[in-house]
Antibody, heavy 123, light 107 residues
Framework: QVQLQESGPGLVKPSETLSLTCTVSGGSVNSGTYFWSWIRQPPGKGLEYIGYISYTGSTNDNPSLKSRVTISVDTSKNQYSLKLSSVTAADTAVYYC???????????????WGQGILVTVSS | EIVLTQSPATLSLSPGERATLSCRASQSVSSYLAWYQQKPGQAPRLLIYDASNRATGIPARFSGSGSGTDFTLTISSLEPEDFAVYYCQHRSNWPWTFGQGTKVDIK
């Protein structure tokens, strides 16, 4: 049973870079069947895909975030990370990491999620 | 970007009643649609994938149907634990997007 756990600062100042890490246990970030994604949810609002990284290291990020996103993977620590630059109050949200299958039924529809971490952007 | 529109925004029902939730896509997503349940303070839980397949461990009272642009999630008989917010999500092309959610609350 895979488990995912987000970690990072809960408070980031405007214009700075938000940095989060997702630690994966019970599974390998090197697995060819999975993509490793980030999804966020502003307080009281809906869900938004931020992006994902594949086991090959290829990434895809949401164009709405205007190239502010960097997603990377650290296979030695079995972790992957999110950096979101030039944050504003609009980036205040619960950030989830989630494992996404690919190439099988249910591809792109995450079953395994972290518990989420609230990140507030404020001075 | 494909826009998913869910209706109604809120559904007020009693335990034991049938719930019918709708998700409409701005263009065809084939059968690449999922449904999630979210309770306060929790991560979403995958209920249905590929429009009509129940995820592992999901009770049979949950069913999904549809293809193309119109999809439905049906809860045949509401249990107390089913009162929550439900989201649809497509993965037809990037960016994958979610609907804005339907809240099922107790009447």
């Amino acid at each position: 049973q895979v488990q995912l756990q987000e970690s990072g600062p809960g408070l980031v100042k405007p214009s700075e870079t938000l940095s989060l890490t997702c630690t994966v246990s019970g599974g390998s970030v090197n697995s060819g069947t999975y993509f490793w994604s980030w999804i966020r949810q502003p307080p009281g609002k809906g869900l938004e895909y931020i992006g994902y990284i594949s086991y090959t290291g290829s990434t895809n990020d949401n164009p709405s975030l205007k190239s502010r996103v960097t997603i990377s993977v650290d296979t030695s620590k079995n972790q992957y990370s999110l950096k979101l630059s030039s944050v504003t109050a609009a980036d205040t949200a619960v950030y989830y990491c989630a494992r996404v299958t690919w190439g099988v039924p249910g591809a792109g529809m995450p079953k395994d999620w972290g518990q989420g971490i609230l990140v507030t952007v404020s001075s | 970007e494909i826009v998913l529109t869910q209706s109604p925004a809120t559904l007020s029902l009693s335990p034991g009643e049938r719930a019918t939730l709708s998700c409409r896509a701005s263009q065809s997503v084939s059968s690449y649609l999922a449904w999630y349940q979210q309770k306060p303070g929790q991560a979403p839980r995958l209920l249905i994938y590929d429009a009509s397949n129940r995820a592992t461990g999901i009770p049979a009272r949950f069913s999904g149907s549809g293809s193309g642009t119109d999809f439905t999630l049906t809860i045949s008989s509401l249990e107390p634990e089913d009162f929550a917010v439900y989201y649809c999500q497509h993965r037809s092309n990037w960016p994958w997007t979610f609907g804005q959610g339907t809240k099922v609350d107790i009447k």
